[in-house]
Antibody, heavy 121, light 107 residues
Framework: HLVQSGAEVKKPGASVKVSCQAS????????IHWVRQAPGQGLEWVGW????????NNARKFEGRVTMTRDASITTAYMELRGLTSADTAVYYC????????????????WGKGTTVTVSS | EVVLTQSPATLALSPGERATLSCRAS??????LAWYQQKPGQAPRLLIY???DRATDIPARFSGSGSGTDFTLTISSLEPEDSAIYYC?????????FGQGTKVEIK
């Protein structure tokens, strides 16, 4: 079970931070991935965070703009995206990796409902 | 980056018919391919991983096959609730990538 924070509306150049609270399993046992979906478009992988070690990995196109963190004490993962443009308007999903840490599988078996981020002046 | 090309873009079939969805990779992804189902306003759901392994609670009418660069998702007998967009995903080459989706419509 992954519960995400509510919709956000941001101006170009701003930052957004989305949260994802896990329940029903051991939070530190599975990587959390972030995947986004622009309106009417397909799925795009953003990156993952290891809830146990805090290690992260992200797609090159987000390098320098995305930070993924976690707070294991409240079983919550976060994704912050900076320098927003209209191209970042999308639904952002968090999803659990099917395999347990330290291995990652990239197959995503539990998903949050998504957080809509709208970037508009 | 591996490009996954799905076809057809849309498939319109009647309940009980067989649906065959294709996913072609721009380079080999061995057997490391998954399929997801997404209904309007919902998050994707994992159906199949590693080409042919069904995820938890996925009905047996969903099956996957293929290897290398050509993969198929088959829905043996369509149910009305199978109306959705289906995406393939590869994990063999970093970064993981998704296809653009095939929309299945039930007549």
């Amino acid at each position: 079970h992954l519960v995400q924070s509510g919709a956000e509306v941001k101006k170009p150049g701003a930052s957004v931070k989305v949260s994802c609270q896990a329940s029903g399993y051991t939070f530190t046992d599975h990587h959390i991935h972030w995947v986004r979906q622009a309106p009417g478009q397909g799925l795009e992988w953003v990156g993952w965070v290891n809830p146990n070690s805090g290690a992260t990995n992200n797609a090159r196109k987000f390098e320098g703009r995305v930070t993924m963190t976690r707070d294991a004490s409240i079983t919550t993962a976060y994704m912050e995206l900076r320098g927003l443009t209209s191209a970042d308007t999308a639904v952002y999903y968090c999803a659990r990796d099917k395999l347990q840490v330290p291995t990652y599988y990239y197959y995503l078996d539990v998903w949050g409902k998504g957080t809509t981020v709208t970037v508009s002046s | 980056e591996v490009v996954l090309t799905q076809s057809p873009a849309t498939l319109a079939l009647s309940p009980g018919e067989r649906a065959t969805l294709s996913c072609r990779a721009s380079q080999t992804v061995l057997y490391q391919l998954a399929w997801y189902q997404q209904k309007p306003g919902q998050a994707p759901r994992l159906l199949i991983y590693d080409v042919s392994d069904r995820a938890t609670d996925i009905p047996a009418r969903f099956s996957g096959s293929g290897s290398g660069t050509d993969f198929t998702l088959t829905i043996s007998s369509l149910e009305p609730e199978d109306s959705a967009i289906y995406y393939c995903q590869q994990r063999y080459v970093w970064p993981t990538t998704f296809g653009q989706g095939t929309k299945v419509e039930i007549k």
